[in-house]
């Protein structure tokens, strides 16, 4: 059974910084690209980036609102996915997902950036 | 970017009608060379993750119900739901995959009458 499980939010400053992760099993982790999505409460769904895999070369890509200060990496040998967000603003408020490159979701982690 | 925009923003329908949800991206999302469209359609329901419905504009994801059928080539898109189910209300959503940023429509919430 393929699981996605993000943990690493929370309630942080604007300006501030946090570290989503986000743990897969259940399918070749190291061959997907793994990309993030948020959603702001009652809103629709917003990509935020994809990192490839290592066949790939790790390439990254970010949504333009998020670029130069959110950063993605992966552990491949702990089938693990990161988001770090820096710099963060109060519009980053959201519930963020991770999702596999075949299409599964995690649950969702939410983060709240207020003051 | 590509801009998905889908139509309409809600419907209801009554239980056992047809559904049919539109989607348009601002560019064709056809690669001309696989003959694909790098389109998806996303189901969420109230409280939960969105899930795979439909990739490549028409192939059903594994284990999705035969009343969900996608259509349409280039930039005109379509998400039939052929007899609406009571387990089917959701919001329903696009989203290109030709070319990052990877772009999702707006959403359609689909209700029953």
């Known amino acids: 059974e393929v699981q996605l499980v993000e943990s690493g939010g929370g309630l942080v400053q604007p300006g501030g910084s946090l570290k989503l992760s986000c743990a897969a099993s259940g399918f070749t982790f190291s061959g997907s690209a793994m990309h993030w999505v948020r959603q702001a409460s009652g809103k629709g769904l917003e990509w935020v980036g994809r990192i490839r895999s290592k066949a790939n070369s790790y390439a990254t890509a970010y949504a333009a609102s998020v670029k130069g200060r959110f950063t993605l990496s992966r552990d491949d040998s702990k089938n693990t996915a990161y988001l770090q967000m820096n710099s963060l603003k109060t519009e980053d408020s959201a519930v963020y997902y991770c999702k596999s490159e075949e299409g599964y979701w995690g649950q969702g982690t939410l983060v709240t950036v207020s003051s | 970017d590509i801009v998905m925009t889908q139509s309409p923003d809600s419907l209801a329908v009554s239980l056992g009608e047809r559904a049919t949800i539109n989607c348009r991206s601002s560019?064709?999302?056809?690669?001309?060379?696989?003959?694909?469209?790098?389109l998806a359609w996303y189901q969420q329901k109230p409280g939960q993750s969105p899930e795979l419905l439909i990739y490549?504009?028409?192939t059903r994801e594994s284990g999705v119900p035969d009343r969900f059928s996608g259509s349409g080539s280039g930039t005109d898109f379509t998400l039939t739901i052929s007899s609406l189910q009571a387990e089917d209300v959701a919001v329903y959503y696009c989203q290109q995959y030709y070319t990052t940023p990877r772009t999702f429509g707006q959403g359609t919430k689909v209700e029953i009458k």
């Open positions: 490549w504009a028409s």
């Open positions: 560019q064709s999302v056809l690669y001309s060379s696989d003959n694909k469209n790098y």
